[in-house]
């Protein structure tokens, strides 16, 4: 199959850049991957695991003749590496990103791309709780989705060539505002992984139960809490320092929920937390049914190692 692009340049190769590297190779997606981490540690792994062709010391050098660009660095970097790499960037490359944030992304990063630069935010639904250039693997986006939000003036030929490329990469395409996308996600990432941060650190403060217990007898839903809060705390941090608006406005309608919940609760209203869980379990059905997540027990693990 023919190389859809010469060179790809990975800024950041943690988790989704090196499934990004993974997915190239088994999909002959480019010809050169060249990388750069800021860390010379992450960057002696990213050799030692053959995740690129080349290695560079600083982001600017990376880039040089890069066909493609991907930010997938935690969205809070975003700026000064913008800065950072306009000057090498070739005419005619595609810039785009993986974070999980796009308006505040499109902010930081458009006042620095130069003309003849295609700049096509974009966000990868896809990861797992770990991180770093060892934990990546090339099937990690196949049947997720992959959301870009081509701004104002943004170029067809070069949206339709970043499409191509996650599709070949396994992942099925939308197309939204950013604005749009930061509302969608903060309610179905955002505030959930919010919820977990803060259920786990609630039961390691809980003084009437010692956190051997906590440990000892994690039932299924706090187990499954505490796989969320162990995603990067860097990114994570960045993330809601960048979607504060839609994630406050989310919080604000969870909260309201949530008391009435608890005023459910308290009276003894049988019906409308029947009628809740009910609801509840329709859009799970839905989520499976939709291909998102598996119907198998125990949520698909191996009871042996989940125990």
């Known amino acids: 199959m023919t190389a859809l692009f010469d060179r790809v340049a990975l800024i950041g190769v943690g988790l989704i850049g090196s499934s990004l590297s993974h997915a ?7 010809v050169h991957v060249s990388a750069h981490a800021r860390s010379a540690a992450t960057r002696s792994k990213v050799k030692d695991l053959g995740l690129a062709h080349s290695v560079h010391d600083s982001a600017a050098a990376a880039v040089v003749d ?12 975003y700026g000064a590496l913008a800065a950072e790499i306009a000057p090498a960037l070739k005419p005619g ?5 993986v974070g999980s944030v796009k308006a505040a992304v499109a902010k930081d990063i458009g006042p620095h791309v130069p003309a003849g630069v295609h700049f096509i935010p974009g966000h990868p639904i896809a990861g ?25 003036g943004c170029d067809p030929v070069a949206l339709a060539k970043l499409e191509t490329f996650w599709r070949r990469c396994g992942s099925d395409v939308e197309v ?3 604005e749009h996308h930061d509302l969608v996600l903060a309610i179905t990432s955002h505030l959930p992984h919010l919820i977990a941060y803060n259920i786990v650190a609630t039961a390691a403060d809980l003084e009437e139960v010692t956190s051997s217990e906590v440990i000892k007898y994690s039932a299924g839903g706090f187990r499954d809490f505490t796989r969320i809060a162990a995603s990067d705390p860097t990114m994570w941090r960045d993330v809601f320092l960048n979607n504060r608006e839609a994630v406050l406005e989310m ?33 799970r059905r839905g989520i499976i049914a939709a291909g998102q997540d598996t119907a198998a027990p125990n949520f698909g693990r191996n009871p042996e190692k989940s125990q």
């Open 176 to 178: 939204m505002t950013p």
């Open 24 to 30: 190239m190779r088994a999909h002959g997606l480019a």
């Open 128 to 152: 797992t709780e770990q991180s770093g250039p060892e934990s990546g693997f090339a099937t990690l986006f196949a049947n997720r989705w992959c959301i870009l939000t081509p701004l104002p």
């Open 93 to 97: 490359a595609i810039l785009t990103d």
């Open 66 to 77: 890069a066909d493609l660009v991907i930010l997938c660095s935690p969205v809070g970097s």
């Open 251 to 283: 919080l604000g309608r969870f909260t309201e929920d949530l008391s009435a919940l608890q005023r459910a609760i308290r009276w003894g209203d049988g019906e409308t937390l029947f009628t809740l869980f009910s609801r509840s379990r329709e859009i």
